[in-house]
């Protein structure tokens, strides 16, 4: 920062021609400026616009060299420049009151996005750095500065105070660093060998830059020509090595696996796939090599859907089954006879992306179905023709994730999965392109409290029933005899989960309501759904999944604190993750269409729009709603922090000016 008197209260930065006065504050005496005080405290910064020209001597923020508490400086001093004189811009660092090593390095810049009115926050750290405790909040600001972990850039509303802005970001630093961001216990530099790097950045840069903060080499193992193969690539920077490798998921895969990691110059300390196909052969990749996992037959397991329906149906009457063609359903339909109730549900026994999954309401349909369902893996390299018929549950659909560590639940979130064009009354109403592809996932879910408990509950059970203790969990299931269902809202008119009382719902009875599993994927969810908990929450599922590679035992006290939700457990908007399907097939002409979207409707958006991604840009193949292989054009995240109304209302918005051109249009 340049030579400050002890004395000094205040000091002038230039960058260009911009100049500006950073003046200390002095400490908050309210009770909300202390609660964050057991691990780290705050000092303030007002950072006044200079407008007339100053003497003084003044620190050249162009001149020194960059650290990252000048960079967040430079930002301030750029976005006080285009203030209005009724506004005023705090700069807040974090000073630890521990010594130690920094747990994540970037855990102020990832704990604070998406907080109101702060425009910019960076961790001043680099990974597994030591933190020096600076423990007394009375010494002088400017001598202590270097010594700060992070820190943030706020500004004040039009009619807001000071005070009230910095009362505001005490209650905003206490719900998102209550934790200790500093280790008790050192840990060392580890390495991950990381099966399979994902198509394109945009759909895993957020967990390769977690790897990063938390101190941890990878080491990327995909086909020859991934774009991180190259050592001069723009993202060459987040992976130590990359390995050119087979990653065709068929019985050799894990005997590959085990024969690169050996081959590998350095130690590998934990192998991480997040590819469904390839987990069982990771983990049995890991168990010949002494490296931490689940069993291998728990993953086979999760896989194969139609032995978790049987499973799930231990010690009960069956009402599924598994078949793997058109003469065994014949003989299952002989022996079973009117016991078939219909409607029924088809799906593959392996699968994603509720890929070739079918509704049907009677046997022509089930018959079809089966077909199709048969035939879908049929030639893949690990070929797979099963189907697994089982009731279809017309209660509400959810996404439920689970961080478990030794069989306790860390954090859980349950999410509502709005309905498919599948979830048509019969398949003719459902249209001839239905299927159950998402259309819409909500944060927090609007069922009530007793019915998500019944799903957590259940659905722990479940996981550790399939063979899991520890790891991160994505289920999909549906509640039966639920109170809630889908219906217009009266103040917007917009579909919605309501709840009522069982009796009122038809044809449910005043049965209680009990969780119908579908499947447990012994991974973290989706990119646009875990980047959307990330964001919600603060819980970054890929990084617990990368440390929980590493061992529980020896990354224990990392996984619990990276596992800590806001404070209040609750998230700090309603999200809707959006998904924008394709109407029709072709050739895409639009070079991005969710871009094109967000410049044309930016004032009608009005930032509301905190995540996104174009899958289908121009010149790809676009599959219609007919085709059996399921993809969207793109989606977008949804956030309102008013109400869930106003999330649905703006989900609306997008939904109606959404477009895109094929090629011929």
């Known amino acids: 920062m340049g030579s400050v008197s002890k004395s000094s209260d205040a000091v002038l930065l230039k960058l260009g021609n911009l100049s500006g006065t950073l003046q200390a504050l002095p400490q908050l005496t309210s009770s909300t400026a202390h609660r964050f005080s057991k691990h780290l405290w705050a000092q303030d910064f007002v950072l006044h616009r200079e407008t007339t020209k100053d003497d003084r001597p003044a620190t050249d923020l162009e001149s020194n060299p960059a650290t990252p508490i000048r960079d967040l400086l430079r930002q301030g001093l750029t976005v006080s420049s285009t203030l209005e004189n009724s506004r005023a811009l705090i700069v807040r660092l974090f000073f630890s009151r521990h010594e130690g090593q920094i747990a994540r390095c970037d855990f102020v810049g990832h704990r604070f996005e998406g907080c109101q009115q702060v425009v910019a926050a960076a961790g ?372 919605d989960l309501h709840a009522g009382e069982a009796s009122a719902v038809a044809g449910r009875g005043d049965t209680s309501a009990s969780c119908y599993l579908h499947e447990v994927n012994a991974r973290p969810p989706g990119y646009l759904n875990s980047v959307g908990t990330l964001l919600a929450y603060g819980v970054d599922f890929y990084a617990i999944r990368v440390l929980m590679s590493l061992g529980p035992d020896a990354e224990r006290e990392r996984i619990r604190l990276l596992s800590s939700p806001f404070l209040g457990d609750k998230p700090q908007y309603s999200l809707g993750v959006t998904i924008l399907p394709a109407t029709r097939e072709g050739t895409m002409e639009t070079e991005d269409a969710i871009e094109e979207l967000l410049e044309k409707h930016a004032e009608g958006l009005n930032g509301c729009i905190v995540d996104h991604r174009t899958c289908k840009k121009g010149g790809s193949t676009v599959q219609g709603p007919d085709s059996s292989e399921l993809w969207y054009i793109g989606w977008v995240s949804v956030m309102s922090r008013e109400s869930r109304a106003d999330c649905l209302e703006k989900v609306r918005y997008v939904r109606d000016n959404f477009s895109y051109k094929l090629v011929g249009e």
């Open 124 to 495: 001043f750290l680099t990974p597994l750095a030591a933190v020096s405790s600076v423990s007394d909040p009375e010494l002088n600001p400017f001598e202590v500065m270097p010594k700060a972990i992070g820190g943030i850039l706020a500004v004040t509303e039009t009619s807001q105070t000071l005070p009230e802005l910095r009362l505001l970001l005490d209650e905003e630093t206490n719900r998102r660093l209550a934790a200790s961001w500093v280790l008790s216990q050192p840990v060392a530099r580890r390495r991950v060998f990381w099966v399979q790097g994902r198509e394109d950045f945009e759909s895993i840069g957020r967990a390769y830059k977690a790897a990063w903060a938390l101190g941890i080499s990878l080491v990327i193992a995909d086909q020859p020509g991934h774009w991180l193969e190259s050592n001069t690539g723009p993202y060459a920077h987040l992976r130590e090595a990359f390995v050119p490798f087979d990653i065709t998921v068929d019985d050799g895969l894990a005997q590959r696996i085990v024969d690169a990691v050996r081959a590998y110059p350095l130690p590998i300390d934990g192998i991480v796939s997040i590819s469904d196909g390839r987990l069982p052969a990771v983990a049995r990749a890991s168990k010949v090599l002494g490296l931490a996992t689940s069993p291998p037959e728990a993953y086979d397991l999760a896989g194969d859907k139609g032995a978790t329906r049987r499973l799930e149906e231990e010690g009960h009457p069956s009402e599924s089954f598994t078949i793997s063609s058109l003469d065994e359903l014949e003989e299952v339909v002989a022996s079973r006879g009117s016991q078939i109730k219909y409607p029924l549900i088809v799906k593959p026994c392996t699968g994603w992306n509720s890929d070739c999954v079918a509704k049907v309401d009677n046997l022509e349909q089930l018959r079809d179905a089966v077909r199709r369902a048969s035939a879908r893996h049929a030639a893949a390299p690990k070929s797979s023709k099963g189907a697994v018929v089982e009731p279809y549950i017309d209660g509400p659909e959810v996404d439920a994730n689970f961080v478990l560590l030794d069989g306790e639940i860390l954090f859980h979130e349950i999410t509502d999965d709005f309905p498919s064009s599948g979830d048509g009354a019969t398949a003719a109403e459902g249209g001839a392109g239905a299927n159950f592809m998402e259309t819409l996932m909500f944060v927090p879910s609007a069922l009530p409290q007793d019915e998500r408990i019944v799903l957590r509950d259940s659905l722990r059970k479940s996981i550790l029933r399939q063979g899991f203790r520890t790891g991160v969990f994505h289920c999909e299931a549906r509640v039966r005899g639920s109170r809630a269902y889908y219906a217009p809202r009266k103040d917007n008119g917009l579909v």
